[in-house]
């Protein structure tokens, strides 16, 4: 999730080669397959993973990572990796302060640069030195990140010698900024968020029902969670304390996440950086907009990337939940294809 609920007016969708086209819905094949949680050691605790096994032997090239959005969870992928290409060995994590994640000591402030070191240390843990990327929302724009950083395994720093081949964004796209005029009011309001919470007694959540969760994500938040959809990030966002009785299992502290912006004069180095193969589906109306920066990095995108596409999926902004067959019917040929 991200912190605007600004409807998307116009998207255009172009492919490299300056075709356009709307996205449509097509049925994919569901395929049921093992899974298992993993537990990722991390200097705080751990991070938590759900991971689904290939259908046949481990295949180098075809391995996964999957990145939810901004105070999401792994479980967002539960329906969505099932219409994916059985072969591949697929794993999500819930952030740090996410899921079932560990949470960051008291003190220690949140940053959205954590979540790619987070991306790190999942791969130098699962050993993986080439694989592809999902993401949605804020994980779309960590992927991003991570790619940016490492496009080339010949990158080899401090034993990270990763290279992101393909990457996927649903519904994020276009650098993360902050108006000039409000960078000062921003940081402030961070700074004073944090040291409200610090002052406050975190050992006693709220405790809430089933009914109230439901209405917390469908009428509360404007992202488009459908009933099932928040049931299903429930398994890995609620934990029951009681007869019908929930507390988060996220980290309150979240809410006052520092976010890392990209500087407007620096969009065009940093979007010229991840030359490898780009798939941008962006909902309609979904979240987010258009604007001089956003057509810039689309602009650079299909100029260095090896191969790029923006399409158009009619949905909300968790549109990967609520219709995963839209997104899953072009995911699955752009990962197969050379």
Not at 219 to 246: D, H, I, S
Request: net charge positive; with cysteine.
């Amino acid at each position: 999730m991200l912190r605007s609920a600004k409807a998307l007016q116009r998207f255009v969708s172009c492919t490299c080669r300056g075709v356009c086209r709307v996205a449509t819905t097509k049925e994919v094949p569901v395929v049921e397959r093992e899974t298992r949680e993993l537990q990722i050691p991390v200097p705080y605790g751990h991070l938590a993973a759900r991971e689904w096994l290939p259908a046949s032997s481990e295949d180098p090239s075809r391995r996964l990572l999957l990145l939810h959005g901004y105070q999401d969870n792994a479980a967002s992928f539960y329906d969505l990796v099932p219409r994916l290409d059985p072969r591949w060995h697929a794993v999500a994590i819930d952030f740090t302060g996410h899921g079932l994640s560990s949470h960051l000591p008291l003190g220690a402030p949140y940053v959205s640069s954590l979540f790619s070191l987070d991306v790190a240390r999942t791969v130098a843990h699962l050993g993986w030195d080439r694989f592809c990327i999902v993401g949605h929302s804020m994980g779309a724009h960590r992927g991003f990140n991570y790619g940016a950083l490492f496009p080339d395994k010949s990158l080899f720093v401090l034993m990270l010698a990763f290279q992101v081949q393909k990457l996927v964004m649903l519904d994020a796209f276009g650098p993360l900024y902050c108006p000039a005029s409000m960078v000062v009011q921003d940081m402030r309001k961070t700074l004073v968020e944090n040291v409200r919470l610090e002052r406050k007694d975190l050992s006693k959540p709220p405790v809430y029902t089933e009914k109230e969760v439901m209405k917390v994500y469908t009428e509360t938040l404007p992202f488009g969670y459908q009933p099932r959809n928040v049931r299903t990030l429930m398994k890995r966002g609620w934990r029951p304390v009681g007869e019908g009785r929930y507390v988060l299992t996220r980290d309150v502290r979240l809410k006052c996440l520092a976010w890392n912006h990209v500087d407007s004069t620096a969009v065009e180095h940093y979007y010229r950086a991840f030359p490898n193969d780009l798939l941008v589906l962006m909902a309609v109306p979904g979240l987010g907009g258009q604007s001089a920066r956003t057509k810039l990095a689309e602009d650079v995108c299909r100029m260095h990337c090896r191969s790029f596409q923006l399409l158009e999926v009619a949905g909300n902004h968790h549109v990967h939940m609520s219709d995963p067959d839209r997104v899953a019917c072009y995911i699955r040929p752009f990962l197969e294809s050379q």
